[in-house]
Every structure is written in C-alpha cells, then in structure tokens.
C-alpha cells in the first residue's frame, strides 16, 4: 500500500505538536528494563527514533552509543539540535538504511505499525542481522492483522501489522527467543497493543 509513504508526509508536518507530547512524556517502564539488559556503553539503533526525546536521550543519559534513523527529515532536525551525546541521527527509511555496524540493543517504539504491510514480514530478518548474538530487540505492536488509516493532529496516517502469531512465528524461526511480552501494556494514560523484548541466540 503506497499510503505508507503518505507517513513521512505528515509526520514532517505535526513534528512540533509530536517533539511538544515527547518533550513532556517519561521514559516508558520497557525502555528502562530493555536497557538495563545491555551491556554497559554498548550501541543503540532506534528506528523510528522521532525527536530523539525521551528514548535517545535516555539511552545517552546512561552512556550508550545512539544510531537513531527516522524517514521524516524535520523529526531528525529536532533530534539532532538537542545535542544528545553519543548519537548519530540520520534520515533515512529502515528499509534502506546500511551500516556494518552490529548493534547490542534495537528499539522500535511505535514505529513498525507505520511500515507497510507488505514489508512487515521481511522487518525482522533485518532487524536480526543488525544484532550482534545474544542482543536485545524490544518493540511494540498491534495484536491483530490490520491495515488502516487513521488520523492524528488533523493529518492521515497509515498504520498496517501482522498478527501476532505469525510475528511470533518469524522470530522463532530466525532465532529470537521471547523475553516477554505484554498485552494492553498501559502508562501515562497510554495504552500499547504488545510491547516485546527478544533475545537473539546466538548460533555458533
Ligand atoms: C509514532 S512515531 C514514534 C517516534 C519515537 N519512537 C517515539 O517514541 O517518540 C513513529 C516514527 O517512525 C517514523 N517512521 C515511520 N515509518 C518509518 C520508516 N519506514 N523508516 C524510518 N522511520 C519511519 C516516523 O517518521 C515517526 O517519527
């Protein structure tokens, strides 16, 4: 669905009413427990990353490494004039990004339900040779297959998952192991379908 393009689109334009709600937002109870898993000073990627506020500098606050990427040019500008130490912030769409970096930890908060539904699947065999062996890989999700759209601050945005089997499904077969998840995960008044944490187990 080409919607999904209409996503860095309107993202560009709410990106002051977006860094204004994460300007004020705590850090999420998953974030703090994802990075107390990684090993200390280990590197970062956040995809999805927004306006680096609260997760990146979070990560950096502890002394982390911080790659964050984000298809929308004006929420990596924000990102980067906060001068979070330890990051590197760059456009770009996770399905083009290329490093030969590994990473110890992946985060994606609230991002993957904006990638388009025919390329749900092939996320997370990318997502897996990102990370080094035994990393972390935490993200939320809807629970069910869905593909909508819907709107926020006035302009449309396109939302697509794959159930929660089949997520659960790839991940067995490429090697993560379920930490844990949870279902209506709610804080601040915020309610996240599925938060998970995965392991990726080494294979040597
Ligand atoms: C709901 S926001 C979450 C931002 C941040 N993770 C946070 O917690 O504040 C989703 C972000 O994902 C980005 N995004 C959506 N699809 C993307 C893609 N295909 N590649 C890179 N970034 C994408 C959007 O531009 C947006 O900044």
Redesign the pocket.
């Known amino acids: 669905m080409e919607n999904?393009s209409i996503?860095?689109k309107s993202?560009n334009k709410i990106v002051d009413d977006?860094a204004k709600i994460?300007n004020n937002?705590a850090v999420n109870k998953p974030i703090i427990d994802f990075l107390e898993k990684i090993k200390p000073n280990g590197d970062i990627l956040?995809?999805?990353?927004?306006?680096g506020?609260?997760?990146a500098k979070y990560f950096s606050e502890n002394n982390y490494s911080i790659i964050g990427?984000?298809?929308?040019e004006k929420?990596i500008e924000i990102a980067k004039s906060q001068e979070i130490k330890n990051s590197q912030f760059i456009v770009?769409?996770?399905?083009d990004?290329e490093t030969d970096k590994k990473f110890d930890g992946i985060?994606?908060?609230?991002?993957l339900f904006?990638?388009p539904k025919e390329r749900q699947k092939e996320l997370y065999s990318k997502i897996y040779d990102l990370l080094l062996p035994n990393s972390y890989f935490l993200f939320t999700h809807g629970k069910k297959e869905d593909e909508h759209m819907d709107k926020m601050f006035g302009e449309p945005f396109y939302y697509s998952c794959l159930s929660r089997n089949s997520v659960l499904e790839l991940m067995t077969d490429l090697g993560f192991e379920l930490e844990y998840e949870i279902e209506n995960f709610v804080e601040e008044n915020t309610t996240r379908d599925w938060v998970v944490l995965a392991k990726k187990i080494s294979k040597t």
């Open positions: 999904a996503n860095k993202y977006w994460r937002s956040d995809i999805g990353c927004g306006s506020n609260p997760i990427i984000d298809f929308s929420m770009s769409d996770f399905f990004f985060v994606a908060w609230d991002s904006h990638f």
